[in-house]
């Protein structure tokens, strides 16, 4: 028993050495071991491995093995929802996923109008803190995760209009608009498929870090409160019912 503690002791220290570590290696050093085949964008990236820093560094992260990259400079028949293993150096699940109807109400499979308004049907770009798990009503897979908007301005009303992650079916009906090939639009939900639902749910769960990025919104990385670590101490969002999602979370340090 002593041993097997020693050994979870030396884990976590490793664990700790690698996720404080890692924010001295560049974006571009980093990237080929996480995507060797570019399967991601590289300026998406950049931002992403930045602000995950910027948000760790401020004890936000509570789950800071994973960070996720949701890349809509792809078309929705391609793989653009990645979760990295930050100390492993890897990424360990790709996907399909939806976007919002009013960011592409052409469906052009690329979206390119972004909003923070209730009602706009839009995704919205920037930084998410990862909540709790839900269960909702779609069928084959009711597992949902609140997501927290940690950008003024372009994603802090996420709670509020329930963008969440969550299956890619609607809810009774049954009707799939998210499969292994391909996705329709949402209402501003970056929805997965059933394949890869629970799966990503359940690792990136309880105060990881999500980002999600866009060329078409070019004023972002001058303009975005995390990449200039404008962070609020304390984080208050709630969105209304069915869902409810509560974020109360302070900087552990």
């Known amino acids: ?25 560049p974006a571009a050093a980093v990237y080929p071991a996480f995507f060797p085949a570019a399967q991601c964008d590289s300026t998406a990236f950049a931002l992403a491995w930045k602000g995950y820093h910027i948000l760790n560094k401020a004890g936000l992260l509570a789950n800071p093995r994973y960070l996720t990259i949701v890349d809509f400079t792809k078309a ?18 790709s996907s399909i996923t939806a976007h919002g109807i009013g960011s592409d109400p052409d469906s052009t499979t ?10 706009s049907r839009m995704s919205s770009i920037g ?19 609140c997501l927290f908007g940690l950008d003024k ?21 049954g009707y ?3 499969t292994d090939s391909g996705a329709a639009r949402s209402f501003g939900c970056p929805a997965l498929p059933l394949a890869h639902n ?3 749910i359940n690792l990136i769960k309880g105060g990881s870090c999500l980002f999600i990025y866009s060329a078409n919104v070019p004023d972002y990385p001058h303009h975005g409160t995390v990449l200039h670590g404008r962070l609020p101490r304390h984080i208050r969002q709630q969105g209304p019912p069915p869902n409810s999602c509560q974020c109360d979370l302070k900087r552990s340090h």
């Open 153 to 173: 301005g372009y994603n802090d009303s996420a709670a509020a209009r329930e963008i969440v992650i969550h299956y890619g079916a609607t809810e009774r009906s």
């Open 127 to 145: 930084f998410y803190l990862t909540g709790d798990t839900y269960y909702n009503q779609r069928p084959q897979d009711s597992l949902g995760l």
């Open 110 to 119: 690329r979206p390119y109008r972004f909003s923070n308004r209730n009602n």
């Open 198 to 200: 629970s799966l990503a």
């Open 1 to 25: 028993m002593q041993w097997r503690w020693r050994k979870k002791g030396l884990f976590c220290c490793l664990f700790l050495f690698f996720i404080n570590g890692s924010s001295a290696q």
């Open 76 to 93: 929705s028949n391609q793989q653009r929802f990645f979760v990295l293993d930050v100390p492993a150096r890897r990424l360990i699940l």
């Open 176 to 178: 799939v608009y998210v």
